[in-house]
Nanobody, 122 residues
Framework: QVQLMESGGGRVQAGGSLRLSCTASGYTFSGKCMGWLRQSARKEREVVARILTGSGGTWYADSVKGRFTISRDNTKKSIYLQMNNLKPEDTAVYYC???????????????WGQGTQVTVSS
């Protein structure tokens, strides 16, 4: 059974930092595209960062470039999202997702985590 387990969400003041983790089990970690997506009350779910577990290639949404960093540790079957200089508009439920290919939006990803809440206060 495939599982993606997120952790690391919480509440932080604007300008602060959080690190999200996502650990996979039940499938081959290599050769996948994994992403962090978020959904807030005011916006549709969006992809904020993606990483190829094989090559390590990354992609970021313009709204988080320079502030967020996605990384992976294949030995731990995990990906991470380091979020710095957080803004109130980053408040959302953050989801980890995985598939054999990358997607530009929330449609198509096969595997999903349960989500973790990130709240940034001004």
């Amino acid at each position: 059974q495939v599982q993606l387990m997120e952790s690391g969400g919480g509440r932080v003041q604007a300008g602060g930092s959080l690190r999200l983790s996502c650990t996979a089990s039940g499938y081959t970690f290599s050769g996948k595209c994994m992403g962090w997506l978020r959904q807030s009350a005011r916006k549709e779910r969006e992809v904020v960062a993606r990483i190829l577990t094989g090559s390590g290639g990354t992609w970021y949404a313009d709204s988080v470039k320079g502030r967020f960093t996605i990384s992976r540790d294949n030995t731990k079957k995990s990906i991470y999202l380091q979020m710095n200089n957080l803004k109130p508009e980053d408040t959302a439920v953050y989801y980890c997702a995985a598939d054999v290919r990358c997607y530009v939006d929330d449609v198509g990803w096969t595997y999903w985590g349960q989500g973790t809440q990130v709240t940034v206060s001004s």
